[in-house]
C-alpha cells in the first residue's frame, strides 16, 4: 500500500508539525481540530513556519505556496474518511485517543491506517479500541517536528507487515530518519530522556547546583543542545508531569516517578515556554531562571 492522503487529529504543537512536514513533502493533508478557534491557532503556527523557512532561504516561495495548497483545515471528523493515513495527535488521554479512533474505524474504508503520535502511552490499547487491529502503529515524532529528524515507528504484536511497512516508507518520504520500536511505553527516546529529566529535578531539590549550572553542564560537558530544565520548559512541565505519570503507571520504577518539585510546578500553572514561566522565565530576550 502507497500512501498518499493523509489526515492530522489535533492541530497544536505536534499536530500542526506534521501537517507541515507533510505538506512539505508533497502529500495531501487534511487538519481536523475541535473548534474553528483551535483551526486558526494551528492555521497560524504553520503559516509562520512556513515563512520563516522561505525567509531563512530552506524554502523557495513556489514549494511554501505549493505546501500550503495541499493542507484543509476543517472540524468535521468525516473529512477524514477517505485518508490513507490519520495521524492523532490530541490530548495525550487514553480514553480520548481510544474514542478518536473506534469513531474514525466507523468512518474510514477499511485499508486507512491509524497512526498515533503518542509520546507515552501504548498502541495496543489504542489498536484494540480501534476494530481494527492490525492497522494501528505509532508514529513518535520530536518536538520542533521540521527540524528533529527522527520518527519512532512502533508496532504491537498484531500489526500486519502491510501497514508497518507503509507508515515506515511515509516516515521516510517526509525525508526524516525513522527507527523501528517495540510497543513499550516510551519507546526507545523517552524511556531514556524521561528518567534523565526526572532526575535532573531530583538533583536540583538536594540542592546538588543551580538550573543554570545544571544545564550548563550537561550542555557543554555532553554538547547537548539544551540542558534538562530548558528541554524541560521546552517540551512543557505538564507534558513531562503527565508522561512520567504514565510511565511510572506501567513500569511501577521510581525512576520514572514525577519529583514533587515538578507536581507544584503543575499546579501552579507554571508549564514552561508556552505559559512564559517554568524553570525560567521566557518573557525576555533570554531566559532567566526563576526562584523555586
Ligand atoms: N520550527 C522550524 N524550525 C525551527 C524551529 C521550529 N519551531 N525552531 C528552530 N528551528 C530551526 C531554525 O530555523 C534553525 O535552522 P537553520 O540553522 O537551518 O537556520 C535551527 O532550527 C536552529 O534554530 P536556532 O538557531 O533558532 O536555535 P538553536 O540552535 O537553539 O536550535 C533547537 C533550536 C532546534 C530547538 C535546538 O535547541 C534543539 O535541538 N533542542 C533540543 C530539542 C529536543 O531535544 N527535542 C526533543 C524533545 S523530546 C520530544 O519531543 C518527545 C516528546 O514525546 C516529549
Redesign the pocket.
Known sequence: MVIETVGVVGCGL?GS?IAEVAAKAGFDVVVREVSDELIEGGRDRIRK?LD??VE?G?LTEADRDAAWSRLRFSTDLSDLADRHLVIEAIIEEIAAKNELFSALNDLCGPETIFASNT??LTITDMAAASGRVDRVVGL?????????QLVEVVRTIATSDEAFDAVYAFAEALGKKPITAKDNSGFV??LL?VPYLLDAIRQLERGVASVEDIDRAMMLGLG???GPFA?CD??GID??YR?SEIMFDEYRESRYAPPPLLKRMVSMGRFGRKTGKGFYDWSGDRPVSVPL
Not at 513518535?140 to 528533529?148: E, K, L, S
Open positions: 505536534m508539525g513556519s520563516r523557512a531563512r530552506k509520546s507515552s513518535h515524532f520530536f518536538n520542533p517536528v521540521p527540524v528533529m527516546v523517552n530522556l547537548y543542545p539544551m528541554l521546552f517540551v507534558t513531562v508522561i
